[in-house]
C-alpha cells in the first residue's frame, strides 16, 4: 500500500492515502497513472463521503518484471488501521461539516486509498480501506509487536504528499530553496516517494522546525508533516547515519548520500582530478540488464570564447552486499577526508586556467589527449604548445563540447584583450581572462585546447603541467654564419617583436609581412636561424613542408589560407621548408604548376608576419618572386671552421655526464666532411651509446657512430649509381 498526505480545499484538513504496494515501479506506469489525486475521486466531492459500490475489491495490479519499488515502514498508517474497525470501512469525514476554515488551516490529517479502478492506468483514490487491504492489515495486526520488531515490512508506504498548508510551504520555501526539480510556488507543494528532497536536507528542514520556537500554531503545521516523514524516511535516516560512521552504503539507499548541488569528486591524481556540480540522481531498472544509478554531473569548460556549463552522465552499477565511497566512480567530497586539500589545489588550478583563457606561447612535458588519433586518445607530448581553444574548436567542432554560457565578469582593466608583451616567462599572444566566483572555480575541467609545435597536432592539454618557456638567450651566438647577416637578422627579429605590423602598403592589408629566402644545401643552418629568430621574437615557430600542403591547387590554396591565419592569430614565425615548387619558373608546358605558383604569390601579397622560404634551386626561381622577397641568405657548405664550431656548440648542450673529447679529437672531427644535421645525428647516436654504458661520451662512440654512418652512405651511393647504370 501507498500512503498519501493532502489538504482538503474545502475544509483545510490534510489527508493521508494509502495505495497498494504491488511491487508495480512507479517509473516505468504511465504519466496519467502518476496523478494525484485524480480519476474518480475528482469527480467527488471531498466534503462529503465517497459512495464506493457494493461490489468493490481492491486487487493487486499486475506486477512489472524488474521495476519493484521499494516498501517502507510506516507506523502512522499501522496505527489508523489498527483503530479501523474492519467489519466496516470507516471513512475519514469527521471534519466535512467545517466549511469555514480557510483552506490547509485545519491541522489534520485525511486518509485516501487506492481502490479499484475501471482503467488500468488510472488510480481510484478512495476515503475507505479496501477489504483486501484491510484483510491484509488484519493479519500483521494479529501478529503484533513480534513482527514489527523483527522488521516485517507493512503492506503500506507513502505514495506522495500534497502540501497546503501556508505555514509549511513558507517552511519549505526556506528549506529546499535550490533543489532541482521544484517549484515552490505552486499552490500545492506535490511530493513524490521516497522524498529525496526532505532526505537530502533533513537536517534544514529540522532546524526549521526548532527555529519557530515557542510559535505553536506553525510548529503544529509542521511536526504533522514532521511524523509522518520521520517513520516513512525512517530507513534512509539510518542509512546515512550508518554511512557517516562506518563508511559503508548500500545499493538500495546509495541515493541517500547523492544530495543534489553538492560536489562530487572521481579518482584522479591532483594533475587531472576534477570536481562536479550534482545535478540528478535516478535509480534505473531496465527491462533487460541490471538496474543502475544514472548521475547527472555538471563541469564548467572553456571553448575559446567563453566559459560554459557541461552535463555529463555517470552510471553506478548494481552491487551487493555494502560499499565504501572509493568503490565508485565518482563520490561525495563532503565524505573525503582531505577534501580541504582537495579543493584548495582544484581552485588554484582553475586560476590557473583562468590565466590561460586567449592564446599564450607556453612549454609542456606530460600526457595529452590526441584529438586525430583516438583508439590511443592519450600521446606523450614534449616540447613547445600554443594554448589556443579558439582556434582548435575551428578545426575540431566535433571535439568541443556544446555547452550553455555562464553570467560571468570581465576585469574592466583589461578592455584591450590583444597584447604581445612578454608575462614573466612565458609570451602572452592574445588575452581575455573572465572572472569566476569560487562555486565555479570549484568545477571547472582540468583539459585546455591548444597545438603541440614539435607535433604538428592539435591535443588536449593538462593545465596542471602547463609551464612557462625557459628561453635560449644565446641561440644567436650558435648559428654559423657572418657577423653582418647574424647583426641583420637580429635587427629583424626585435623589429617585427617591439613594432608588429606597423607597416602597410599603399592598398590596405597588402605588404605587411617579411619574408626571408634561406638558399643552401641540406645541414648548413637554414632551420636553426628561423628557430634563432622565433626564439629572440619569443615566437612559435610554425613549421611546414611543400609537400604537407599538397599538388592539387585547390587544396593548396585551403591549406595555405588556414596556414597564414593560424600564423597570423599566434603572431608566429612561419617556416616553408622546400619551398621549391612553389618558387619555380611558369613555362607554358606545366599548368598545374603555374596555378601553384600564382596562388602562393598571390597569397604572399597579403600575408602577415614573418616567412622564411627554404631551398637549394635559386636559381630556378621565377621572377615575380625578386620583389617579394625582403632579405635572402646564401649558406655555403660548411668548412673545416664551420664543422669544427658546430661540433663544439653540441658538446656544450650536452648534459648528465658530459664528454670527455679533447682539442686535438675535436679537429679530427672537423676535418671529416659532414653537414650540420649530419654532425646532429651523430652527437645524438654517440649520446645513447654513452648513457647505455653510463659514461661521459668518448671518441670511441663517436667512432662508432661515424664508421656505421659512412658505411650506410656508401651503400645509399652504390645503390644510385646502379640505378643510374640500368635507366641512363
Same mark, same amino acid.
Given at each position: 500500500?501507498?500512503?498519501?498526505?493532502?489538504?482538503?480545499?474545502?475544509?483545510?484538513?490534510?489527508?493521508?492515502? %494509502?495505495?497498494?504496494?504491488?511491487?508495480?515501479?512507479?517509473?516505468?506506469?504511465?504519466?496519467?497513472?502518476?496523478?494525484?489525486?485524480?480519476?474518480?475521486?475528482?469527480?467527488?466531492?471531498?466534503?462529503?463521503?465517497?459512495?464506493?459500490?457494493?461490489?468493490?475489491?481492491?486487487?493487486?495490479?499486475?506486477?512489472?518484471?524488474?521495476?519493484?519499488?521499494?516498501?517502507?515502514?510506516?507506523?502512522?498508517?499501522?496505527?489508523?488501521?489498527?483503530?479501523?474497525?474492519?467489519?466496516?470501512?470507516?471513512?475519514?469525514?469527521?471534519?466535512?461539516?467545517?466549511?469555514?476554515?480557510?483552506?490547509?488551516?485545519?491541522?489534520?490529517?485525511?486518509?485516501? %486509498?487506492?481502490?479499484?479502478?475501471?482503467?488500468?492506468?488510472?488510480?481510484?483514490?478512495?476515503?475507505?480501506?479496501?477489504?483486501?487491504?484491510?484483510?491484509?492489515?488484519?493479519?500483521?495486526?494479529?501478529?503484533?509487536?513480534?513482527?514489527?520488531?523483527?522488521?516485517?515490512?507493512?503492506?503500506?508506504?507513502?505514495?506522495?504528499?500534497?502540501?497546503?498548508?501556508?505555514?509549511?510551504?513558507?517552511?519549505?520555501?526556506?528549506?529546499?530553496?535550490?533543489?532541482?526539480?521544484?517549484?515552490?510556488?505552486?499552490?500545492?507543494?506535490?511530493?513524490?516517494?521516497?522524498?529525496?528532497?526532505?532526505?537530502?536536507?533533513?537536517?534544514?528542514?529540522?532546524?526549521?522546525?526548532?527555529?519557530?520556537?515557542?510559535?505553536?500554531?506553525?510548529?503544529?503545521?509542521?511536526?504533522?508533516?514532521?511524523?509522518?516523514?520521520?517513520?516513512?524516511?525512517?530507513?534512509?535516516?539510518?542509512?546515512?547515519?550508518?554511512?557517516?560512521?562506518?563508511?559503508?552504503?548500500?545499493?538500495?539507499?546509495?541515493?541517500?548520500? %547523492?544530495?543534489?548541488?553538492?560536489?562530487?569528486?572521481?579518482?584522479?591524481?591532483?594533475?587531472?582530478?576534477?570536481?562536479?556540480?550534482?545535478?540528478?540522481?535516478?535509480?534505473?531498472?531496465?527491462?533487460?540488464?541490471?538496474?543502475?544509478?544514472?548521475?547527472?554531473?555538471?563541469?564548467?569548460?572553456?571553448?575559446?570564447?567563453?566559459?560554459?556549463?557541461?552535463?555529463?552522465?555517470?552510471?553506478?552499477?548494481?552491487?551487493?552486499?555494502?560499499?565504501?565511497?572509493?568503490?565508485?566512480?565518482?563520490?561525495?567530497?563532503?565524505?573525503?577526508?582531505?577534501?580541504?586539500?582537495?579543493?584548495?589545489?582544484?581552485?588554484?588550478?582553475?586560476?590557473?586556467?583562468?590565466?590561460?583563457?586567449?592564446?599564450?606561447?607556453?612549454?609542456?612535458?606530460?600526457?595529452?589527449?590526441?584529438?586525430?588519433?583516438?583508439?590511443?586518445?592519450?600521446?606523450?607530448?614534449?616540447?613547445?604548445?600554443?594554448?589556443?581553444?579558439?582556434?582548435?574548436?575551428?578545426?575540431?567542432?566535433?571535439?568541443?563540447?556544446?555547452?550553455?554560457?555562464?553570467?560571468?565578469?570581465?576585469?574592466?582593466?583589461?578592455?584591450?584583450?590583444?597584447?604581445?608583451?612578454?608575462?614573466?616567462?612565458?609570451?602572452?599572444?592574445?588575452?581575455?581572462?573572465?572572472?569566476?566566483?569560487?562555486?565555479?572555480?570549484?568545477?571547472?575541467?582540468?583539459?585546455?585546447?591548444?597545438?603541440?609545435?614539435?607535433?604538428?597536432?592539435?591535443?588536449?592539454?593538462?593545465?596542471?603541467?602547463?609551464?612557462?618557456?625557459?628561453?635560449?638567450?644565446?641561440?644567436?651566438?650558435?648559428?654559423?654564419?657572418?657577423?653582418?647577416?647574424?647583426?641583420?637578422?637580429?635587427?629583424?627579429?626585435?623589429?617585427?617583436?617591439?613594432?608588429?605590423?606597423?607597416?602597410?602598403?599603399?592598398?590596405?592589408?597588402?605588404?605587411?609581412?617579411?619574408?626571408?629566402?634561406?638558399?643552401?644545401?641540406?645541414?648548413?643552418?637554414?632551420?636553426?636561424?628561423?628557430?634563432?629568430?622565433?626564439?629572440?621574437?619569443?615566437?612559435?615557430?610554425?613549421?611546414?613542408?611543400?609537400?604537407?600542403?599538397?599538388?592539387?591547387?585547390?587544396?593548396?590554396?585551403?591549406?595555405?589560407?588556414?596556414?597564414?591565419?593560424?600564423?597570423?592569430?599566434?603572431?608566429?614565425?612561419?617556416?616553408?621548408?622546400?619551398?621549391?615548387?612553389?618558387?619555380?619558373?611558369?613555362?607554358?608546358?606545366?599548368?598545374?604548376?603555374?596555378?601553384?605558383?600564382?596562388?602562393?604569390?598571390?597569397?604572399?601579397? %597579403?600575408?602577415?608576419?614573418?616567412?622564411?622560404?627554404?631551398?637549394?634551386?635559386?636559381?630556378?626561381?621565377?621572377?615575380?618572386?625578386?620583389?617579394?622577397?625582403?632579405?635572402?641568405?646564401?649558406?655555403?657548405?660548411?668548412?673545416?671552421?664551420?664543422?669544427?664550431?658546430?661540433?663544439?656548440?653540441?658538446?656544450?648542450?650536452?648534459?648528465?655526464?658530459?664528454?670527455?673529447?679533447?682539442?686535438?679529437?675535436?679537429?679530427?672531427?672537423?676535418?671529416?666532411?659532414?653537414?650540420?644535421?649530419?654532425?646532429?645525428?651523430?652527437?645524438?647516436?654517440?649520446?645513447?651509446?654513452?648513457?647505455?654504458?653510463?659514461?661521459?661520451?668518448?671518441?670511441?662512440?663517436?667512432?662508432?657512430?661515424?664508421?656505421?654512418?659512412?658505411?650506410?652512405?656508401?651503400?645509399?651511393?652504390?645503390?644510385?649509381?646502379?640505378?643510374?647504370?640500368?635507366?641512363?
Amino acid at each position: 500500500m501507498i500512503s498519501d498526505i493532502i489538504s482538503n480545499s474545502a475544509s483545510g484538513e490534510s489527508k493521508i492515502v %494509502y495505495k497498494q504496494d504491488d511491487g508495480t515501479n512507479d517509473d516505468v506506469e504511465k504519466a496519467d497513472r502518476n496523478k494525484t489525486p485524480t480519476s474518480e475521486t475528482s469527480k467527488t466531492d471531498l466534503k462529503s463521503p465517497l459512495q464506493i459500490p457494493s461490489d468493490h475489491s481492491s486487487k493487486p495490479k499486475p506486477q512489472v518484471q524488474a521495476e519493484v519499488p521499494q516498501e517502507t515502514s510506516n507506523e502512522n498508517v499501522a496505527t489508523d488501521l489498527d483503530d479501523a474497525d474492519l467489519s466496516e470501512s470507516p471513512g475519514n469525514h469527521e471534519n466535512d461539516n467545517e466549511t469555514n476554515t480557510e483552506p490547509g488551516m485545519l491541522c489534520q490529517s485525511y486518509n485516501l %486509498y487506492e481502490g479499484k479502478s475501471e482503467y488500468s492506468q488510472c488510480i481510484n483514490w478512495v476515503d475507505q480501506i479496501p477489504f483486501d487491504m484491510r484483510v491484509a492489515e488484519a493479519e500483521d495486526k494479529k501478529d503484533g509487536a513480534a513482527v514489527i520488531s523483527e522488521g516485517i515490512k507493512r503492506k503500506t508506504k507513502i505514495h506522495s504528499i500534497v502540501v497546503q498548508s501556508p505555514f509549511i510551504k513558507k517552511a519549505l520555501q526556506e528549506v529546499l530553496r535550490g533543489y532541482p526539480g521544484l517549484d515552490l510556488d505552486e499552490e500545492k507543494l506535490n511530493f513524490r516517494s521516497p522524498f529525496e528532497p526532505f532526505v537530502h536536507r533533513w537536517k534544514q528542514w529540522q532546524s526549521a522546525i526548532q527555529k519557530e520556537g515557542t510559535n505553536f500554531e506553525v510548529k503544529e503545521h509542521l511536526s504533522l508533516l514532521n511524523e509522518i516523514l520521520r517513520n516513512e524516511l525512517k530507513e534512509a535516516l539510518e542509512s546515512i547515519r550508518h554511512f557517516e560512521i562506518h563508511g559503508k552504503i548500500t545499493f538500495e539507499h546509495l541515493w541517500c548520500i %547523492y544530495r543534489p548541488g553538492s560536489l562530487l569528486s572521481d579518482h584522479g591524481e591532483e594533475d587531472r582530478r576534477c570536481l562536479y556540480r550534482l545535478l540528478t540522481v535516478k535509480h534505473v531498472k531496465p527491462f533487460l540488464g541490471d538496474e543502475f544509478y544514472r548521475v547527472t554531473v555538471n563541469s564548467i569548460d572553456w571553448d575559446g570564447k567563453r566559459f560554459g556549463n557541461v552535463s555529463a552522465s555517470v552510471q553506478l552499477p548494481d552491487f551487493k552486499g555494502s560499499r565504501g565511497i572509493a568503490d565508485f566512480e565518482v563520490f561525495p567530497l563532503d565524505y573525503c577526508s582531505d577534501r580541504q586539500s582537495i579543493t584548495h589545489k582544484v581552485v588554484r588550478r582553475s586560476m590557473k586556467l583562468l590565466s590561460l583563457c586567449g592564446t599564450h606561447y607556453r612549454a609542456y612535458a606530460a600526457v595529452a589527449k590526441d584529438v586525430e588519433n583516438k583508439p590511443l586518445n592519450v600521446r606523450w607530448v614534449r616540447g613547445r604548445i600554443v594554448i589556443d581553444a579558439a582556434g582548435f574548436a575551428y578545426i575540431n567542432p566535433q571535439n568541443v563540447h556544446q555547452h550553455s554560457p555562464l553570467s560571468i565578469e570581465r576585469d574592466p582593466a583589461d578592455s584591450d584583450n590583444e597584447s604581445n608583451e612578454p608575462e614573466g616567462d612565458g609570451y602572452i599572444i592574445s588575452q581575455s581572462e573572465p572572472r569566476l566566483d569560487e562555486n565555479q572555480l570549484l568545477i571547472c575541467t582540468c583539459w585546455i585546447r591548444g597545438f603541440s609545435i614539435e607535433a604538428k597536432k592539435w591535443v588536449q592539454l593538462l593545465v596542471f603541467h602547463v609551464q612557462d618557456i625557459a628561453w635560449n638567450g644565446n641561440v644567436f651566438d650558435k648559428l654559423v654564419l657572418p657577423l653582418g647577416q647574424k647583426r641583420l637578422l637580429l635587427s629583424l627579429a626585435r623589429t617585427q617583436r617591439e613594432a608588429g605590423d606597423t607597416f602597410d602598403d599603399v592598398i590596405r592589408g597588402k605588404g605587411q609581412g617579411t619574408i626571408v629566402l634561406l638558399n643552401g644545401s641540406p645541414g648548413v643552418g637554414k632551420t636553426l636561424t628561423a628557430e634563432a629568430v622565433a626564439e629572440e621574437m619569443k615566437a612559435p615557430l610554425y613549421s611546414i613542408s611543400a609537400g604537407e600542403l599538397g599538388t592539387q591547387p585547390d587544396v593548396v590554396e585551403q591549406r595555405l589560407k588556414a596556414v597564414f591565419e593560424t600564423v597570423r592569430n599566434w603572431r608566429a614565425v612561419l617556416l616553408l621548408d622546400e619551398a621549391d615548387i612553389f618558387l619555380e619558373q611558369r613555362n607554358a608546358h606545366d599548368l598545374q604548376r603555374n596555378s601553384l605558383v600564382s596562388i602562393f604569390l598571390q597569397r604572399l601579397e %597579403y600575408f602577415s608576419g614573418t616567412l622564411f622560404l627554404t631551398t637549394n634551386r635559386v636559381e630556378t626561381f621565377d621572377a615575380a618572386f625578386s620583389s617579394r622577397i625582403h632579405l635572402s641568405l646564401t649558406y655555403p657548405d660548411l668548412d673545416v671552421a664551420s664543422r669544427r664550431k658546430v661540433w663544439s656548440n653540441f658538446f656544450s648542450n650536452l648534459e648528465r655526464a658530459g664528454h670527455n673529447i679533447s682539442e686535438t679529437q675535436l679537429d679530427t672531427l672537423a676535418s671529416i666532411n659532414m653537414n650540420g644535421r649530419e654532425i646532429k645525428n651523430a652527437m645524438k647516436l654517440g649520446s645513447f651509446l654513452a648513457r647505455d654504458e653510463d659514461g661521459p661520451l668518448s671518441m670511441e662512440h663517436l667512432r662508432t657512430v661515424l664508421i656505421a654512418m659512412q658505411k650506410w652512405k656508401l651503400e645509399e651511393r652504390s645503390k644510385r649509381s646502379i640505378l643510374r647504370s640500368i635507366f641512363f
